[in-house]
């Protein structure tokens, strides 16, 4: 690993994240939502058949299977192939959403961020500007990272984190990393042992280049 890449992810994170590692195995995000189709509304809507480029604005809710995502402004640009790309837009007061639901388990990824980017193809989501992103299991909160920009690959569920001045809020003024990673939860002495847990997320030691 390279200076660079050890002051941008700390020591003690990635530890324990390499720790959480111990079950084998990475369960996916929804299979179905690859190919399921994406539903948009909408306060307005304009359309450029040229570009295959839709813009849509006030109070937009995107759905796509388990998917679901939200912002103030929204460009979706959808290739020959049939694959989209969207570009969700919010604000501090009213940050941009990307959610989904984890594979045969009741978890669900959350992530927040200023600006959202979306790529169908790559089943990869870049959040930018105060972003975060988080892993509930059912409505408890279990895994956190907080950074200026997280990229988020939903297919392999690795995501990486940068720190700067995009990721400064009140709550974390100097804009560095931060993250919290919660052990899969135990059984009590004398309870059955439960189902095995699926790895946690796993943080990437590098940024990735997602853009198109």
Do not use: C
Not at 25 to 54: C, F, H, K, W
Not at 157 to 186: H, K, L
């Amino acid at each position: 690993m390279s200076h660079s890449d050890q002051s941008r992810f700390p020591r003690w994170l990635l530890a324990g994240a390499l720790a959480s590692l111990g079950v084998v195995g990475v369960a996916q995000a929804e299979r179905a939502d690859r190919d399921a189709p994406m539903n948009i509304e909408a306060d307005a809507l304009l359309y450029d058949d040229a570009s295959r480029t839709s813009t849509f604005t006030g109070n937009v809710v995107i759905t796509k299977g388990s998917i679901l995502m939200r912002g103030t402004r929204v460009v979706v640009r959808q290739d020959e192939q049939g694959h989209q790309l969207g570009r969700i837009e919010g604000d501090r007061n009213a940050q941009g959403l990307f959610r989904q639901k984890r594979e045969g388990l009741e978890e669900w990824i959350e992530g927040r961020g200023d600006r959202i980017e979306y790529d169908s193809r790559r089943e990869t989501v870049r959040l930018l500007g105060g972003a975060s992103l988080r892993r509930y299991r059912g409505t408890e909160l279990s895994d956190e990272a907080q950074g200026g920009e997280i990229v988020y690959n939903s297919a392999s569920e690795v995501f990486s984190v940068q720190g700067g001045t995009e990721g400064r809020t009140a709550e974390n003024p100097t804009g560095r990393v931060r993250a919290m990673i919660t052990p899969a939860p135990r059984s009590e002495p004398g309870q059955a042992t439960p189902p095995e847990s699926p790895a946690s997320l796993r943080p990437s030691t590098r940024m990735e280049e997602t853009r198109p």
